[in-house]
């Protein structure tokens, strides 16, 4: 049977939505876009607001994609993305990843943004998105890498950081290292066909790194995972404030830079 999913260690505050809103096809997918064909059906798991569900969607316009998600309430924003985007060849439900309810070869294409980290099995999602993706079709996913996210200048502050998330991400079930075990994953899910590659965000303008510091600094204090840190004994609220403001303060540094490394799997069933 399944393992239940994990606790998804980020919700839905504003500062996480300020991030996942930032995500499109050409900065978060573009290991996948070469493999995109106008009449495509695809199933993206894990849409969140919907601004990748919706890129997908205007490349395929013979085509359809179903968004999907585990939190019923991120789901009325994608649906408001891709109305606003004035998109018809597009719909939305909940679901989960483990037990997917759709038929055997339902989708040319299937693609997790940011998902499998936050899963309780990674090998039976995969296992699931092969089970309903076309023979001949594409499973895709990428996924960050806490640790081996780097930054300038160092401090023992924005270490703190790293270290609480990557425990309070594995209390929560999940994987925050999934990125380097994505070709792993996908090799005990079955497939034999798997190109690996991998992929960087960066952050070094002073618009960028305001941007990224204030929304991990505020997430660090107000949303769910600020919550959970707590209550499960991993730091004080104190704590959690002395790494907000160290992400603050690296923030305002004229030469701070940040890279955030992303695994990243296409394969063929």
């Known amino acids: ?85 004035g998109l018809d060849n597009v719909d939305f439900t909940v679901a989960d990843v483990h037990a997917l309810d759709y038929p055997d070869d339902s989708f040319c294409v299937v693609h997790a943004h940011q998902v499998l980290q936050h899963v309780g099995d990674p090998v039976q999602a995969l296992r699931e998105m092969r089970r309903v993706c076309k023979p001949g079709g594409v499973i895709a996913a990428r996924d960050s890498d806490y640790s081996a996210m780097t930054w300038y200048p160092q401090s023992q502050g924005m270490d703190d950081w790293l270290d609480l998330y990557v425990r309070v991400a594995r209390a929560n079930g999940g994987e925050p290292d999934a990125g380097r075990r994505l070709k792993s994953w996908a090799l005990q899910a079955g497939f034999t066909d798997i190109t690996a590659t991998s992929a960087t965000w960066c952050f070094a303008t002073a618009e960028e790194r305001a941007w990224w510091s204030g929304l991990w600094a505020d997430r660090t204090t107000a949303s769910a995972y600020a919550d959970r840190a707590v209550a499960g004994g991993h730091a004080t609220a104190e704590q959690l404030t002395a790494v907000s403001e160290a992400w603050r303060e690296w923030g305002r540094q004229e030469d701070a830079w940040f890279s955030v490394l992303h695994g990243e799997i296409l394969c063929r069933k």
């Not at 990748?52 to 991120?74: E, N, Q, R, S, Y």
Request: proline letters at 6%; one cysteine or more.
């Open 1 to 85: 049977m399944p393992k239940e999913t994990a606790v998804y260690t980020h919700g839905h505050h504003e500062s996480v939505l300020r991030s996942h809103t930032w995500r499109t096809a050409a900065n978060s997918a573009a290991y996948l876009l070469g493999s995109l064909k106008p009449h495509m059906r695809i199933l993206d798991i894990g849409c969140g607001p919907g601004t990748i569900t919706a890129d997908l969607a205007a490349l395929v316009p013979d085509g359809h994609v179903t968004g999907v998600d585990h939190a019923p309430g991120i789901l009325d924003q994608a649906r408001a993305t891709a109305a606003e985007r």
